[in-house]
């Protein structure tokens, strides 16, 4: 017969399994983790193969988002002292086994023993994949609104530059008098360097939005 405790987890890890969350524990001072099933499968391990720590989940992790597991003890205590309700949050991003990438986001809070010291972390991680793509997609979608805005702007823009540059030569051509011909041409050339302007800023924002896209 199963007992109310063995219901009460297998709810958890059900639990755990829709909202792809999973729970972590580990000693202060020490490596050694608690892994919940969940965790295994959200870093694609086997719990028969895999002994979870601080330093074993490393290579696991993409190299310029380490650093902030590194020092994530030091981090939290700080956060801690400031205020013992703090939960501290990151995000980052971990390598599947072909190297792919997929987002996590880790939850970390203090525990405290009778004294008030902190003796243990607790915390969980959520594979937000898809949330991460959900918000890339908008970027994307927001970007693509910005350069729609940007491109009808710049037609109107050249529209009015390239009607001052043929009203002025249109003048010119029955212009005699050399100070109004001196005029309609200072006009067009300046139209023509505002235009030449616009088109520089123009590819200066394209190359940007190709060096650093959604």
Known sequence: MISEREQLLDKLLRSEQIARVGTWCRRLGQDAMYWSPELYRINRVDPKNYVPSTISVLPKMHPDDQELVINGEQRVLQKWRQDPK??????????DVDNTV?????????????????????????????????????????????VGQLAGEAAHDFNNLLAIIMGSLELLEDETDPKARADFIQSALAAA???????????????QAVLNPC
């Not at 703090?86 to 390598?95: E, F, G, K, Q, S």
């Not at 939850?107 to 890339?136: H, K, N, Y």
């Not at 505002?194 to 123009?202: A, D, F, H, Q, V």
């Open 86 to 95: 703090m939960v501290d949050r990151i995000r980052v991003r971990m390598l």
């Open 102 to 146: 997929f987002y996590c986001e880790i939850s970390t809070m203090v525990v405290t023993d009778e004294a008030g010291s902190p003796f243990e972390f607790v915390g969980t991680v959520q594979d937000i994949t898809d949330l991460v793509d959900a918000e890339q997609q908008l970027l994307a979608a927001q970007k693509a609104q910005i």
């Open 193 to 207: 360097v505002r235009g030449k302007e616009m088109t520089r800023s123009l590819l200066s924002y394209a190359r």
